[in-house]
């Protein structure tokens, strides 16, 4: 799991520093504005299967989420919704012909299934959007994507 989410942070990291201000690998659960937007890749579990008698294969389900401080936006005009749409643009843009744009984290994921030989993105599952209140003072808007990714080992 820890080799396949250190791929996976490198690749996010290339193409979002700049626009993303610090990765974590784990929820870190209270994190300074300072440092937001973030990315957050969290594992969840790993799945084992037999193979054959010399390979496993085995899945890490793990998600990314893109964290914002939802109070820097609450003097936005509310039909804009600001924080909502940098979350939908910077997780799963799409460019005017209707494609996923390159830049966002889908498109990242899009263009990188393949981790490293033997190690790739097999399945986004789904994309789910939320408010959180990580403490008294920090609300955030979060956006998260489920991923698996596959790695066949021998024994």
């Not at 830049?103 to 981790?115: H, P």
Request: hydrophobic share 40%; charged share 25%; glycine share 4%.
């Amino acid at each position: 799991m820890r080799k396949s989410i250190e791929l996976l942070k490198t690749k996010l990291e290339n193409k979002l520093r700049g626009k993303i201000k610090s990765f974590y690998t784990g929820d870190p659960w209270v994190i300074p504005s300072s440092v937001m937007p973030c990315v957050i890749i969290n594992p969840m579990k790993t799945e084992t299967n037999i193979i054959d008698n010399q390979r496993d294969n085995h899945q890490h389900f793990v998600d990314v989420s893109l964290v914002v401080d939802a109070r820097q936006y609450f003097n936005a005009t509310p039909a804009v919704m600001v924080g909502t749409t940098f979350l939908m643009d910077t997780m799963e843009g799409e460019a005017s012909d209707g494609t996923i744009e390159s830049g966002s984290i889908l498109g990242i994921l899009r263009d990188n299934l393949n981790l490293a030989s033997n190690r790739h993105v097999s399945n986004i599952s789904s994309i789910d959007y939320t408010v959180r209140r990580r403490t008294e003072e920090l609300i955030t808007l979060e956006v998260v994507v489920h991923l698996q990714i596959d790695y066949i080992v021998n024994r």
